[in-house]
Structure formats: C-alpha cells, structure tokens
C-alpha cells in the first residue's frame, strides 16, 4: 500500500468521523429554520474554502460549461434535493429508516463508481460493502415507516450517492478544494430559494450564542474540513472503496454520544460498528482493477487546514446538519 493510498484511508475515515459528529451538534441548532441555517452553513463553508482557493489553492484550470452543470448538478442533488428529502422524510418515518436506507451507500458506489472510472466492480469489495452497509444498518437501529417516508429516504439516498459519483470527473480538472468550494457556493442560495419558499420571511434570524456555536463547528468542520478529506480520498482511492468509510459516520455518531454523555451504545451498536470495521478491512485488501491516477497537484488536500442528515435529524450522513 503506498503513501497515496495510505492518505486516503486516513482521509476517508476521519471525513466521515466528523460527520458523524454532527448527531450531537444538530441539538444546539434545532430551533433555527432548517433551510435557512442550510444555506447559512454553506455560504460561510464557501467563504472559507474560496479564500483559500485565493490564498493557497494548487494551480487548475478554469471550469468549463460542462463542469459548471455538473457542480450545478452536484449541488442540487448531493446538498439540496439531499436535505430536502431528510426535511420531508423525517415528517413520515423514523430517523433511523433514514439511515438503514443511507447506509447503503457503500454498495451502490462499490458497483458503480468503478464503471465511471472504466474499470469493473470487484465482487469482493461488493461483498466488503453489504457488510458495512449491513453494520451501519444496524448501528443506527433499522427502524420503521410509511411508504413515503421510505420513497424519500431513496430520494436522499441518490442525492447521497451523487454527492460522490458526480464529484469524480470533477476532480481530475479541478481538484478536490475547488470542488468543494464551487458546490457550496452554488448549494447556497439554492437553499436559501426553498428556504423562502416553506419558511418565507422568517428563512433566516438572528442565532442564540449557542446556534452560532453550532453552524460555526457544522460550517468549518463538517463542511469545509470533511468536505475536503472526503473529496481527496475519492481522488485517491476511488469512490468504491472510498465509500466504504461511509459506515463509520453511524458508529462516530454513537462514540460522539458516549463521550458528550448523552447515551450508551447497547449490544446492536456494538454490533454494528464490528461489522463496518470487519466489511472496511476486507474490502480495503480486495483486489480492483487498475486505475488511472489522479495528478496530486490537482487533488492534494492540505496536511493543515485553518469537507450524509439535516440539523433536525440524529442521523448522519456526508452533507447533512450535507
């Protein structure tokens, strides 16, 4: 295993680590109106990630009108449509059908993100991916509900999914801190557009103290951090095996609980967690077919930085309150 790949374990598992982090969080902003704390959440993440681009950012080219209307895309699916389906889902089913439904994530990138890359799905880290997707499952408690409920719990599973497929002909181009940067910035005021819409004058307010708190931790370090590690660990190794990690955002969520003393892990979480270790492990050394490498230049993801649920929901997820 070389340093790049190394990296992008190490990416990978600490970008949904603090993701998951956010189940905790979401308690100190649950009373600001949803979209429109999405949409705060975004712009600042923008903010910060395009100064950085003007600060420090690795030489790249200027997006094209396609890559545009696939950040477009990106951003209206993988943020937007993403986070309007948990708002809507969670009125008709339980947070945790939510995540069992997410929690299959692994295995729909593991069969097609390396058809996108022109390389086929290695059955062994398929198999890697239903254990994990079956220990998350598990983990955030299977759950029940309605019909609808279960429809945009789907709904909010492809805009999870395309969160990542439709970053990986990005990446190459633009890299992994201008994608993230470009996203926001775009998902931003398409937020604050439904926002308006459900919530109308009252879409934003003055925070509380402690609502500052949280949109500041979910803004620089669910977003612009994980953001960023997420999107420099597909660059590095592949959205299938890169979304393998996707597992552990359910089991950060339960450490996250233990530590802050709001909860303790009962024997399915335990199980959980064994089983998205187990499933990561194999399907890390499964063999793949080779792939084209990403230049570092152009996806390398700063060793210091100063990138799945809404705020409402205690379930996480890559872009959730993604």
């Known amino acids: 295993m070389n340093t790049s790949h190394r990296r992008g374990m190490a990416g990978a598992g600490s970008a949904m680590f603090l993701v998951g982090t956010l189940t905790a969080v979401s308690a100190t902003i649950a009373g600001y109106p949803v979209f429109g704390g999405q949409a705060v959440r975004y712009a600042v993440a923008a903010l910060v990630l395009l100064i950085v681009v003007r600060v420090a950012g690795p030489p790249a080219r200027r997006p094209s009108l396609r890559d545009w209307l696939l950040l477009a895309a990106l951003a209206g699916t993988g943020l937007v449509a993403f986070n309007v389906c948990i708002v809507a889902a969670t009125q008709d089913t339980s947070p945790a059908t939510i995540g069992t439904v997410i929690a299959t994530v692994p295995i729909i990138l593991a069969l097609i993100g390396p058809l996108l890359e022109g390389r086929r799905p ?39 999914v395309c969160f990542s497929l439709l970053a990986v002909p990005l990446l190459p181009r633009l890299g992994a801190l201008r994608v993230s940067a470009y996203s926001a910035a775009l998902a931003a005021p398409m937020l604050l557009a439904v926002g308006l819409a459900v919530d109308g004058a009252v879409v934003l307010r003055t925070p509380t103290a402690g609502e500052l708190a949280g949109f500041a931790y979910l803004s620089v370090v669910v977003t612009t951090i994980a953001f960023l590690l997420w999107y420099g660990a597909i660059g590095r190794l592949g959205a299938d095996r890169a979304g393998l990690f996707a597992g552990l955002i359910p089991v950060s969520a339960v450490i996250t609980t233990v ?49 799945e649920s809404v705020d409402t929901a205690p379930i996480g997820t890559a872009r959730g309150s993604a």
């Open 122 to 160: 290695a059955p062994s880290l398929v198999l890697a991916a239903c254990v994990v997707a079956a220990g998350a499952a598990l983990a955030n408690g299977l759950g029940s509900g309605s019909l609808r409920g279960l429809l945009l719990s789907l709904g909010a599973l492809a805009g999870e």
């Open 259 to 307: 530590a802050l003393g709001i909860d303790r892990p009962g024997a399915a979480d335990l199980a959980g967690a064994a089983l998205v270790a187990a499933g990561v492990v194999v399907g890390l050394r499964a063999r793949v077919a080779p792939r084209e490498p990403v230049a570092p230049r152009e996806v390398a993801v700063p060793e210091v930085v100063t990138c």
